[in-house]
C-alpha cells in the first residue's frame, strides 16, 4: 500500500508542452497515475532475492568511487571555469529570463561553486557536451569491468529496474551529446591552452560509450529504441545549422564587448533565440 504523500516539481518553461492543452494535461497525468499504481500494485515487495542485492550494491560501490574520483578530477581542474564559460553561452542565460532566479548565486567570483545547478546543465546541453549527464560513468564501469564483474553489470541490467534506468538515461545522454558539434565551440570559442580539456572529455565520452554498449550488448547507442534514435537524428539535422550560428554569435559578440563596442540589439536578439531553439530541439534545459 502506498502511504505519505508526494510532491511534483515542474519546470516553468516546460509547463506548456504538458498542459497547453486539454488532451496532452489528461495523457501526462494519466501517466503519473499509472506509475503511482504500478508502484502500488507491483512494487510492494522487492523482485531481486535478498542475496543477491548485496553483491550488486557492492559492485554500484566501485562503480560510484571510481566515477566520483574520475568527476572531481575534471571538477577540480582550477581552468575548468573559464574553460565552461568560454565553450558555452551560460553568459547570455540572464538575458533569457527564462528561470526564477539569477543563473549565479552572489559572490565575489565566476567560478564554478557560484553557479545554479540549471545554468550548470543548461550551459553544458547548449554546446552538446552535456557533462554532467555522463562523465564518469565511463570510469565507474570500466573500474568495475577490470574488477572480474562484466558478467554482474550484464545480469544488473537484465534484472535490476534501478540500474537498468540508470544505464537507459545515460544511453540518452550520450545520444544527444555531440562531440563534433562540442569541438567547433571549443576551437572556435576556446584558447589553445585549455584545449586538454575538452581532450579529457572526449576520452571519458568515448570510454563511457564503449562501457555502455558493453553492458547493454549492442553496437551502437539507442539500439533498442529505433524510434527514439531516429527522432535524435532527425532534430539533429535542424539543429546543426543553429548550433554553427550560435557559434558564429558568441564569438562576435564576445569580440565586440573585448574592445568596449556596443552589442547590436538584433544581435543579442539572434543570439538568444539560438539558445532557445537549442534547447526546444534537444527538449532538454538543464
Known amino acids: 500500500m502506498l502511504n505519505g504523500s508526494i510532491k511534483l516539481t515542474e519546470q516553468g518553461e516546460v509547463i506548456s508542452d504538458k498542459y497547453l492543452l486539454p488532451s496532452l494535461a489528461r495523457e501526462n497525468l494519466e501517466e503519473l497515475l499509472a506509475a503511482v499504481l504500478e508502484g502500488v500494485l507491483f512494487h510492494s515487495n522487492p523482485w531481486i532475492a535478498p542475496e543477491q542485492l548485496p553483491k550488486w550494491d557492492s559492485a554500484m560501490d566501485i562503480v560510484a568511487d571510481a ?3 574520475a568527476y572531481r578530477g575534471l571538477i577540480k581542474d582550477p581552468n575548468l571555469p573559464n574553460y565552461f564559460n568560454l565553450s558555452t553561452p551560460v553568459d547570455e542565460l540572464a538575458n533569457l529570463h ?8 552572489v559572490k565575489a567570483d565566476d567560478g564554478i561553486e557560484s553557479l545554479r545547478a540549471i545554468p550548470w546543465v543548461f550551459g553544458w546541453t547548449q554546446s552538446r557536451q552535456i557533462v ?7 570510469s565507474g564501469l570500466c573500474a568495475a569491468r577490470e574488477a572480474g564483474l562484466a558478467d554482474t553489470l550484464t545480469r544488473m541490467n537484465e534484472e535490476w529496474s ?6 537507459s538515461n545515460v544511453e540518452m545522454t550520450l545520444a544527444k551529446t555531440d562531440m563534433k558539434i562540442a569541438h567547433e565551440y571549443v576551437h572556435r570559442l576556446v584558447p589553445r591552452e585549455l584545449h586538454y580539456l575538452f581532450d579529457l572529455i572526449n576520452e571519458e ?3 563511457t560509450v564503449r562501457e555502455i554498449l558493453a553492458v547493454t550488448n549492442c553496437s551502437t547507442l539507442l539500439e533498442s529504441q529505433p524510434l527514439l534514435a531516429g527522432t535524435l537524428r532527425t532534430r539533429d539535422q535542424y ?3 543553429l548550433q554553427l550560428t550560435q557559434i558564429q554569435l558568441l564569438k562576435q559578440v564576445r569580440e565586440n564587448r573585448a574592445n568596449a563596442q556596443e552589442v547590436d540589439e538584433l544581435m543579442q536578439r539572434a543570439l538568444l533565440l539560438t539558445i532557445n531553439g537549442i534547447a526546444t ?3 532538454n534545459t538543464g
Open 281 to 283: 530541439g534537444l527538449r
Open 162 to 167: 534501478f540500474f537498468t534506468s540508470f544505464i
Open 239 to 241: 539543429l546543426r545549422p
Open 132 to 138: 554532467p549527464g555522463w562523465f564518469g560513468v565511463g
Open 67 to 69: 566515477s566520483l574520483t
Open 98 to 105: 527564462i528561470g526564477s532566479r539569477p543563473a549565479r548565486r
Open 205 to 207: 565520452y568515448e570510454l
